[in-house]
């Protein structure tokens, strides 16, 4: 699968198939800074920067189905692009339905995600939320969001963007059918 995953400081970090290239479009050109150790179904990914550690961080998170029960397994690996090793580390939410590359803010990457919880009615519900990767702790975050004027279950998450060097937010509530 080849697509763009991300960019961050000007660089661009792409996929094809099993490999990992990061692009400087300024000086036009390339290089495969990971590989994958085998075609793996991923869907996100993103690049961030760890000023502590001075180094980048491609984040990819995958989605791996279990041939004995046929259920869908969710984790993330990241890597450094100094010492190129992937290490695995628990993702605990489910990819929207359409999911798309991480969005960089302030070096840290973020996505939309759903998130299942009992609401006060004992009833599972599933919620949209924004999470971010911490590439100091390498760890996942939840972002907190302006409340919904609905419940949050009828409340979904649309779409995250950069504008004018702010993280905007969409949000569209099914209850009232407004954005």
Not at 46 to 52: E, I
Not at 101 to 121: D, E, K
């Amino acid at each position: 699968m080849n697509r763009n995953l991300c960019s961050c400081n000007g660089l661009v970090l792409l996929a094809f198939g099993k490999h990992i290239i990061l692009w400087n479009p300024l000086i036009r050109r390339s290089t495969k800074v990971l590989e994958l150790q085998r075609l793996q179904m991923f869907k996100p990914g993103g690049l961030c920067y760890d000023p502590t550690s001075k180094d980048y961080k491609v984040v990819l998170l995958l989605f791996q189905i279990s041939i004995i029960d046929n259920i869908g397994v969710q984790y993330a690996i990241f890597s450094g692009l100094k010492n190129k090793g992937w290490r695995k580390l628990s993702f605990p939410f489910k990819f929207c339905t359409s999911p798309r590359a991480g969005v960089n803010f302030n070096n840290t990457l973020h996505w939309i995600v759903r998130h299942a919880f009992m609401s006060p009615s004992f009833s599972p519900v599933d919620v949209d939320m924004v999470i971010y990767y911490d590439p100091v702790d390498d760890a996942f975050e939840r972002l907190p969001t302006p409340r919904p004027n609905c419940s949050e279950e009828d409340n979904y998450i649309d779409g995250t963007q950069i504008i004018e060097g702010c993280f905007c937010l969409g949000q569209r509530n099914e209850e009232r059918k407004t954005i």
